[in-house]
């Protein structure tokens, strides 16, 4: 079955705790990328990657890391987590068919970060 | 940067009732794509309708359907026969022709009355 996979679903942990949200893909996707959902402010993009050791940042990218070692994963990483990090975050990923294409982006089922 | 809005914060429809969400955008590109996701309460993004800029004809997906209105940077979504299940968060994105990226506006949560 295609589909983005994400762990941990759900994590409670303390300010300054480094964490690592994985995110991998079986479909051979070559675009990956990392959002934060807040209310009110739907998805906004944090990192991105068009293929391996290829990333760059979203529109939200302080406060996180990324790495992009292998095709299928792309791990999301808060080296000090903060209070303001407390979110919903979605991986996705998307083939890259050229300019015109209008492929969608596929969705993890997302994992909810409470930094305390 | 492109930027989308979604101006109905929440929304209500009657069972079997029909109902349209609102979607704008801004953009000074030519080619580019928008969607409409489907988020319910279990939090999957699930995607409902697409459409290409250089399409005139509006998609449709069975009851789903869109009113795409280019020069007014316009993308509605109209759902008919509205079920309970239909009960979500809706998020209009674009997607820009020459990259990946996409811009996703702050959802409209739709309740479905029985």
């Known amino acids: 079955e295609a589909q983005v996979t994400q762990n941990p679903r759900y994590l409670i942990t303390v300010t300054g705790k480094k964490l690592t949200v994985t995110c991998s893909q079986n479909?051979?996707?070559?675009?990956m990328s990392w959002y934060r959902q807040d209310p009110g402010l739907g998805l906004r993009q944090i990192y991105y990657?068009?293929?391996?050791?290829?990333?760059d940042k979203g529109d939200v990218p302080e406060g996180y890391k990324v790495s992009r070692k292998e095709k299928r994963n792309f791990p999301l990483i808060l080296e000090s987590p903060s209070p303001n990090q407390t979110s919903l975050y979605f991986c996705?990923?998307?083939?890259?068919?050229?300019?015109?294409?209008?492929?969608?982006?596929?969705f993890g089922d997302g994992t909810r970060l409470s930094i305390l | 940067a492109q930027t989308v809005t979604q101006s109905q914060p929440e929304m209500s429809v009657q069972e079997a009732e029909t109902v349209t969400l609102s979607c704008t955008y801004d953009?000074?590109?030519?080619?580019?794509?928008l969607f409409w996701y489907k988020q319910p309460p279990s939090r999957q993004m699930i995607l409902v309708i697409r459409?290409?800029?250089?399409?005139?004809q509006n998609a449709t997906e069975n009851r789903f359907s869109v009113n795409f209105q280019k020069a007014a940077k316009s993308f509605s979504l109209k759902i008919s026969d509205s079920q309970l299940g239909d009960a979500a968060m809706y998020f209009c994105?674009?997607?820009?022709?020459?990259?990946?990226?996409?811009?996703f506006g702050a959802g409209t949560r739709l309740t479905v009355k029985p």
């Open positions: 996705a990923s998307s083939p890259w068919t050229g300019r015109y294409s209008n492929q969608p982006q596929h």
């Open positions: 479909m051979n996707h070559e675009y």
């Open positions: 990657s068009m293929n391996v050791e290829v990333t």
């Open positions: 953009t000074s590109e030519s080619d580019y794509y």
């Open positions: 459409q290409e800029a250089y399409k005139q």
């Open positions: 994105a674009y997607r820009s022709g020459g990259n990946n990226d996409m811009r």
